[in-house]
């Protein structure tokens, strides 16, 4: 399998069971903080689902004043991208879904609507 690149970081093949594959990183040396990512295809008679999975375990180094003694850990991040196209979509389409997709990741909006938690107006 392959390696994908995300932000610099590696995220290692490690196969493809019940046709999901599974990318893992494994920089954070503990089971805990690894991340890993996930991706499937799936086709019926009238649907194709494309579903892609990262969780990003909240980083080792939380910031000192929380979580407070006591409180829950952080709980991860988990990003699902989640495509559902009529299963007799051409490729022109498909990639033009893509686009859009790729496009929208780029936009301002998108990205502020993670960074700063600012709804779209």
């Known amino acids: 399998?392959?390696?994908?690149?995300?932000?610099?970081?590696?995220?290692?093949?490690?196969?493809?069971?019940?046709?999901?594959?599974?990318?893992?990183?494994?920089?954070?040396?503990?089971?805990?903080?690894?991340?890993?990512?996930?991706?499937?295809?799936?086709?019926?008679?009238?649907r194709t689902a494309v579903k892609w999975k990262l969780v990003l375990p909240f980083p080792s180094s939380a910031p000192a004043s929380c979580p407070c003694p006591g409180e829950a850990p952080f709980l991860d991040a988990i990003v699902n991208i989640d495509v559902r196209l009529d299963s007799r979509a051409d490729q022109a389409f498909r990639t033009a879904v893509q686009i859009a997709i790729t496009d929208l990741a780029a936009k301002d909006e998108f990205k502020n609507s993670i960074k700063l938690l600012t709804t779209p107006n």
């Open 1 to 46: 399998m392959s390696t994908i690149v995300l932000n610099t970081l590696n995220y290692a093949g490690e196969g493809v069971v019940n046709g999901i594959s599974r990318f893992i990183e494994r920089s954070a040396g503990v089971v805990a903080y690894f991340r890993s990512l996930t991706a499937s295809v799936k086709t019926t008679n009238t």
